[in-house]
């Protein structure tokens, strides 16, 4: 028999595709189901996108590129980092790749060794741990508490540093809880770790969907700088998921290795995409940020109805509730609350956040409004 690898085998398929796979089933079936489980927004991408990458089309520009992208595309994305966070990037300290996806699993390729460990805060994405395994490291859970609003404290993270430790993966604002690190969290990494040889691996994908206090990346405190690679990507501020166009920015030394990993892996992304996104910085994107805003106020005054616990959303388009006094089992909840109400959402586990579920408000106000009346329906009959 063949034996494959031990390593694949120990990743498990996202049980957040399974739930949604199941209500898309429904859907088909004919059943009047709401889902609240896209990880996307839901509109189109701007015009002007499109239209660059269709006449870059046109113009024959469908051949392969530099692996690490486009100059000019490297060169607009450093000065909108630097932008809005006074840092001094350029054109050499990006890569850009299939989507914050590919971004971060090339940076975990150009830093981990066999064994070395990673750490992770919980509630964390699903996928960090799945990519820490394929990079062949070890991926450490740090369950952080539901009542500091799942922010990460130094003495969270302290026990479980060792001497295999070489970074920290950081999402603010964060999928699932929303939340946004203030500068004081990142000043507490800073102390934790300034003595040690430890990166941030900061992912700053949803940045732009800060909707009270602002954003903070580790890259403005001087001497987190070069211990920071940041993962970003245009598939959440310009609704542009399916364009896979992600970028990691890091230090010259680690961008040159995380450039040979692209050009190994996937060579350059896809091209015409790559020009379609030289668009995107003269988009408005404030009708975007102002609808997820709307909806966001909207979903905090529906929860008003119900005496469910959540935690206090300022960023991103979710939001993470506690439904441990119903039932612990998430999962469990979540398969009951499919069939029993057509309602998806995603249960917490997911995240490593046992007894919560997140629903996404990256949908229209009747949608939200239909499937949170699900939700109370369902908690008011189990109670
Ligand atoms: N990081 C986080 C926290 C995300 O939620 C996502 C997408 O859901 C990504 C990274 C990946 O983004 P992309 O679609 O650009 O690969």
Redesign the pocket.
């Known amino acids: 028999m063949i034996l494959l690898s031990k390593i694949v085998k120990s990743i498990q398929p996202s049980i957040t595709l399974e739930l949604n796979s199941k209500a898309i089933e429904m859907e088909k079936a004919g059943e009047d189901v709401v889902k609240l489980t896209a ?2 927004p839901d509109f189109i991408t701007p015009k002007e996108i499109i239209e660059n990458a269709y006449k870059a089309m046109l113009e024959g520009k469908t051949k392969y590129t530099d692996s690490a992208g486009i100059y000019e595309l490297r060169e607009k994305i450093a000065n909108f980092i630097n932008k809005s966070r006074g840092t001094d990037y350029n054109a050499n300290n990006i890569v850009v790749s ?7 699993y090339n940076t975990l390729l150009a830093l981990l060794n066999p064994g070395d460990e990673v750490i992770l805060l919980d509630p964390a ?1 699903v ?1 960090y741990e799945a990519q820490i395994k394929l990079a062949r490291g070890i991926p450490i859970h740090v369950p952080l508490k539901f009542k500091n609003n799942f922010i990460p404290k130094a003495s969270d993270i302290k026990p479980y540093l060792s001497e295999r430790t070489k970074a920290i993966i950081i ?1 603010s604002p ?2 699932p809880t929303g939340v946004v690190y203030s500068k004081e969290t990142f000043l507490e990494l800073y102390e934790l770790i300034k003595d040690k040889n430890i990166y941030i691996i900061s ?1 700053e ?2 940045e732009k969907l800060v909707f009270e206090g602002e954003f903070f990346s580790p890259t403005q405190i001087d001497e987190l700088r070069e211990k920071t690679i940041i ?1 970003n ?4 501020t310009w609704s ?2 399916g364009w ?3 970028y990691s920015v890091a230090p010259l030394t680690i961008s040159k290795e995380i450039k040979k990993i692209q050009s190994h892996i996937a060579s350059n992304i896809n091209t015409p995409a790559q020009y379609g996104s030289l668009a995107a910085f003269d988009v408005d994107i404030n009708y975007y940020i102002n609808k997820f805003n709307e909806r966001r106020k909207f979903v905090l005054n529906k929860m008003k109805e119900s005496d469910l616990e959540y935690i206090y959303p300022k960023g ?1 388009f979710y939001l993470f509730i506690n439904i441990s006094k119903y039932d612990n089992n998430d999962l469990n909840f979540a398969n009951q609350l499919l069939k029993t109400k057509k309602l998806a959402v995603i249960p917490g586990s997911g995240f490593g956040a046992k007894g919560f579920i997140r629903i996404s408000y990256a949908t229209s106000t009747e949608m939200i409004e239909k499937g949170l009346n699900r939700l109370f329906e369902y908690v008011n009959g189990v109670k």
Do not use: H, P
Request: glycine content about 14%; overall charge positive.
């Open positions: 990880g996307e299939n989507g914050g996806k590919q971004a971060l994405w996928s999402n964060n999928n992912d994908v949803y993962i990507a245009f598939s959440k542009m998921t896979r166009v992600g991103a």
